[in-house]
């Protein structure tokens, strides 16, 4: 098992920027897909991107293709989230999330979540 803790979030202007952390425990952290997900008030959960296990691989949603870029370090066992270009509609509780199984990007089984950070944009 795997504890995760995100970190970064704030209050925010449309057209700024935040970066995500994702801190994780333990020391196979490199076995893990990593992902984030988000989830706006009064919305159900959805995928926003993630990244296969030597980071070879990303996949995005489409909402947020070209503002966002997931990263890890794997030395560090911490996932980023690279937030460009926020717009109030990126208004959400951010998770952190680890996968198992094979990389299927949105597909992919996710299996241990972070507690969220908010991440709130003005307009």
């Known amino acids: 098992q795997v504890q995760l803790v995100e970190s970064g979030g704030g209050l925010v202007q449309a057209g700024g920027s935040l970066r995500l952390s994702c801190a994780a425990s333990?020391?196979?952290?490199?076995?893990?897909?990593m992902g984030w997900f988000r989830q706006g008030p009064g919305k159900e959960r959805e995928f926003v991107t993630a990244?296969?296990?030597?980071?070879?691989?990303?996949s995005y949603a489409d909402s947020v293709k070209g503002r966002f870029t997931i990263s890890r370090d794997n030395a560090k066992s911490t996932v980023y989230l690279q937030m460009n270009s926020l717009k109030p509609e990126d208004t959400a509780v951010y998770y952190c999330?680890?996968?198992?199984?094979?990389?299927?990007?949105?597909?992919?089984?996710?299996?241990?979540w972070g507690q969220g950070t908010q991440v709130t944009v003005s307009s």
């Open positions: 999330a680890a996968g198992i199984g094979p990389f299927v990007g949105a597909s992919t089984t996710f299996k241990y």
């Open positions: 990244i296969s296990r030597s980071g070879g691989s990303t």
């Open positions: 333990g020391r196979t952290f490199s076995t893990y897909i």
